[in-house]
């Protein structure tokens, strides 16, 4: 059974700090990360991709990748209360197919 | 920036009737896929589809589901004989290569 697991939250951090977010999965064919955010009754937006291990970094927005520990981040800098969102970590094995994890709720206190 | 649209946002439909849920991906993108969410639950795969078959499927993806592509641009996804536990937020999406686009989802109630 292929699992992505998430701490649903809530996480709350002032505005302006660092969020943490973190993911671990359990099926060591996967091969592609995502993160994705959610707000409410909305659909999933791609924030980030990430393939290899190491770091990524777009903007504000670090994802860290750690195959052997089948383990996946994401760093949010500078949070701003427009970030508060479900954030959503999937993994796809290659077959096509996410698997998502039941998400962590971020809550950016002004 | 392209996007997935999907039709219609919101559909009631009463247990035992069938519906089809619509999409258009993103038009250079070859992969198509549908998902569910639940409300307060994961968001879980579908289907795949890709080159005008289904190229995965999960165990969710039953005889009461069928997808099609009609035409060039229309995606499409058939519950037949809707029952109460589908009601769900129903994501269509498509990829490229590089991540996967949702569009923006058809709240399928059942009553």
């Known amino acids: 059974q292929k699992e992505v697991e998430q701490n649903s939250g809530p996480l709350s951090v002032p505005e302006g700090a660092i969020a943490s977010l973190n993911c671990t999965y359990s099926d060591r064919g996967s091969q592609s990360f995502f993160w994705y955010r959610q707000y409410s009754g909305k659909s999933p937006e791609l924030i980030m991709s990430?393939?290899?291990?190491g770091d990524k970094e777009d903007g504000r927005f670090t994802a860290q990748l750690n195959k052997a520990s089948q383990y996946v981040s994401l760093l949010i800098r500078d949070s701003q209360p427009s970030d508060s969102a479900t954030y959503l970590c999937?993994?796809?094995?290659?077959?096509?197919?996410?698997?998502f994890g039941s998400g962590t709720r971020l809550q950016v206190q002004p | 920036e392209p996007e997935v649209t999907q039709t219609p946002s919101h559909q009631v439909t009463q247990m035992g009737q069938e519906v089809i849920l619509r999409c258009v991906p993103i038009?250079?993108?070859?992969?198509f896929y549908w998902y569910r969410q639940i409300l307060g639950q994961k968001v879980e795969f579908l289907v795949s589809?890709?080159?005008?078959?289904?190229?995965?499927k999960s165990e969710i993806f039953d005889d009461q589901f069928s997808v099609e592509r009609p035409d060039g641009s229309n995606f499409t996804l058939k519950i037949r004989s809707t029952k109460l536990e589908d009601s769900a937020m129903y994501f269509c999406?498509?990829?490229?290569?590089?991540?996967?686009?949702f569009g923006s989802g058809t709240r399928l109630t059942v009553v």
């Open positions: 990430i393939y290899s291990n």
């Open positions: 038009s250079n993108h070859l992969y």
């Open positions: 589809f890709y080159n005008n078959e289904i190229s995965e």
């Open positions: 999937a993994a796809d094995t290659g077959r096509r197919a996410l698997t």
């Open positions: 999406a498509s990829s490229g290569g590089n991540g996967y686009t």
